[in-house]
DNA sequence: CCACGCCATGTAATCGATTACATTATTGAT
DNA sequence: ATCAATAATGTAATCGATTACATGGCGTGG
């Protein structure tokens, strides 16, 4: 088994066939009879044959793998979702290539020479910005309609785009304070100019419009989605006068930290703040108390996307344009929110005395 | 642009040389006249070429790519090991193919086809299982050689394995746990048969031996390095009785879940228990009291591992046989671990009034 | 019995690069 | 000035599959 291994030309030999019918037995089978299909596979077992992809990838201008284009890879967030990618692009002979969009380097040309010298087939990007190299290359392969977007997006390019519903998230997230009583509510952000940031805090003002609850500038703070983003906004939002009761964080990440940074500075969560999150990473579950959050579908995300592409990539190109598939969002409810103090027994904050007058009517107006 | 790519050819052609000549200006630019040299990079510019890879692997037989096996993609634990990994090894021309071993799907095979078929070079492997299937396919392929281990390992291979100090991990785990006074330490170890959870757990026994700890086998739990299980650990470990005043956990995934549901039983950490972890995931610095923990080099682990597949790739086979690289280990003082309460104030527990005679002897004993 | 078409299979061109070998130009030593 | 060695470049074979086209056998309708 050390010599060279078998090529397709061995196997017929040993079949007594000729070349094409050992392709043929390989990429149509239906196309031959019973007989020589048995007997080709049995010359293929007993060489122990296995096709030469670059050979095959040459011929027929395939590549058989697909490129996932993550903003930093170790953010732990991608993992659940590149796992069920993984799952289903695999399951369709698929080899998943991944690339981290935020690289110092030059990943930027090598994204787009991975189209250009053919070593994809398609992408699926969880990066909402694309470069303007990675879309001529895209446009110079012939390669546009093969992409899609996951989580993030960019309206600026004609591409499905699987995402969660945001804006029902944040909607969520705010009711679910409101209902409790709250009506001091902050929010932590996710990057500048990053799209589900934008959407989410867009939906969260809205929603706080709608709910007559107002929110100062300096409420909504500008975070990351890291966990550093999430300490340093509990710095900010706990010297804020009137203090917020209840604090919207637009990642998991940044929740668990500023809740982290509540306590180090002396705060019961939820007695003296509430705070939810999103995302629904598994360690929401597992924090004391357990973090209540807008649960994302990474999984499903995931899998979405990759069946996307898939089709896609199989032709079956079924919308043109944009359009968006969503994945579901829902409300987890766990420990980190409650009825703010001053709501249920005005006054009763144990630390510092009464809340001062807060000049905020704090009319009942909980939604359905 | 939307008509064929250019290949060497009409490089050739629009430079005025030979396809050779266009072959060697991109792989051994040192052969050619200067004049040619730039003829043929200003044409490649002009016609906007690129060298199609599946050509060149075929030719070649390289695939320009290698497989990276990750025991459980979903778990975050890997998320930084691959980001530093993809980096060294993309920015020295190979791609990055990823694959889950635990996938429940045909992923034994898919691997093994992989380097059948040619699509890979080299794999680096995070799972310390290879499995027969794997291993066949890797001496077919004469590609025995171009595997190395990361984190995880096993000696039935004669391969390079990258990995952490384990075993002086646990004993700073331990020597920390000691010098602050504790004599009653339990471990929460993990998954059965794996690899580091045995060198972790035999670590910590022989230096509780060391340092003349009893160690009841209850006092061992079983876990698998996840949160659900540093749940499940706490519950048996607060039962104990008399219960540990110290606890050494194999993750930090694992220690976090532990504290929490600790703090969920009304226990306060570090007041009545103290917990180390074992990783120090960005998590441990964020969480409130911060994780007391060993730091693995995660970025490290990668991208040695990285570099000692390239090293190998490139023929310089350094070393035979089995060889091990270890990582850096260290201990991080954060804040769930301090001395027990009986050791300072004997009996000052406030909870449930004096220990109870646990009928092992205290001496002193810190080590230097 | 013939002609037509279909089915199973074979022959050979092809995908686009690399590279062994051949050829020509150049250099340097004698 | 001559010849060997070396450098620069060209010609064409090659990597290992797929597939267009060709071929021969067989069934069927007239």
């Known amino acids: ?109 090598a994204v787009a020479d ?16 694309m470069t303007s190299t990675t879309a001529k290359a895209l446009r110079n392969a012939n390669m546009m309609r093969n992409v899609v977007f996951c989580c993030e997006w960019s309206d600026q390019w004609p ?19 409101v209902a409790q009583g709250h009506r001091k509510i902050a929010h932590v952000t996710g ?9 989410r805090k867009s939906a969260f003002l809205q929603r706080c419009a709608t709910h007559k609850l107002d929110v100062p500038a300096d409420w909504v703070v500008q975070g990351d989605f890291s966990l550093m983003a ?17 604090v919207f964080c637009a990642s998991d990440a940044m929740a668990l930290s500023f809740i982290a940074r509540c306590r180090q500075r002396g705060l019961r969560v939820p007695d003296d703040i509430s705070v939810i999150g999103f995302d629904d990473i598994e360690m929401a579950a597992y924090a004391e108390p357990g973090l209540t959050t807008i649960r994302q579908d990474r999984a499903g995300l995931g899998r979405l996307a990759a069946q996307e ?26 420990g980190t929110t409650a009825a703010p103090q001053n709501a249920t027994q005005p006054g009763a904050n144990g630390r510092g005395g009464p809340e001062p007058a807060t000049g905020f009517p704090e ?6």
């Open 1 to 109: 088994m050390q010599n060279p291994p078998p090529k397709i030309k061995d196997v017929a030999h040993v079949a007594g066939v000729s070349t094409a019918t050992v392709s043929r037995a390989l990429t149509q089978p239906d196309r031959l009879s019973e007989a020589t299909r048995q007997k080709v596979f049995d010359a293929i077992e007993t060489t122990g044959y296995r096709v030469n992809q670059a050979a095959r990838n040459l011929r027929t201008r395939r590549a058989g793998a697909v490129l996932v284009l993550v903003p930093n890879l170790g953010n732990p967030f991608f993992s659940a979702i590149l796992s069920s990618m993984n799952d289903v692009l695999s399951a369709n002979g698929y080899s998943v290539l991944v690339f981290d969009s935020q690289q110092p380097g030059a990943s930027e040309q």
């Open 114 to 129: 991975c189209f250009l010298n053919g070593s994809v087939d398609g992408m699926i990007t969880l990066d909402g910005h």
């Open 159 to 177: 591409l499905p785009s699987i995402r969660s519903n945001n804006g029902l998230g944040a909607r969520l997230a705010v009711d679910h304070l």
């Open 191 to 199: 990057p500048a100019s990053n799209i589900l940031a934008e959407m």
């Open 230 to 246: 999430g300490a340093q906004a509990a710095d900010r939002i706990l010297a804020l006068s009137p203090r917020p009761t209840g």
């Open 309 to 334: 592409l898939l089709a896609r990539l199989r032709g079956e190109q079924k919308t043109e344009g944009a359009y968006v598939i969503y994945a579901p969002v829902a409300l987890i409810e766990r």
């Open 363 to 368: 009319p009942v107006d909980k939604p359905a």
